[in-house]
C-alpha cells in the first residue's frame, strides 16, 4: 500500500468506529429507556445531558428579529 492508501484506509476505520460507537450508544438509550442522569451511563441521552451541564447556558434574547 502507498502512504495516500494507509491514510485513506485509516481515516475510514476511524469513521467506522465513531458510526459504531453512535450506533451502540443510541441502542443503549433504546434498551433503557427513560431514565436519570447516571454517572457512567453511555446512552446518547446521558452524554447529551452531561454536555449541557458542561456548557454554560445560553443567555435569553431580550429583543425580537
Not at 10 to 21: C, G, Q, S
Not at 35 to 51: D, S
Request: with cysteine; proline share 5%.
Amino acid at each position: 500500500m502507498k502512504a495516500g492508501e494507509e491514510a485513506e484506509a485509516a481515516r475510514k476505520e476511524e469513521l467506522r468506529m465513531i458510526v459504531e460507537m453512535i450506533d451502540a450508544s443510541m441502542a443503549l438509550a433504546v434498551k433503557k429507556g427513560k431514565h436519570p442522569l447516571t454517572n457512567g451511563c453511555g446512552c446518547i441521552v446521558c452524554a447529551e445531558r452531561r454536555k449541557q451541564l458542561i456548557r454554560a447556558p445560553e443567555p435569553e434574547w431580550k429583543y425580537f428579529l
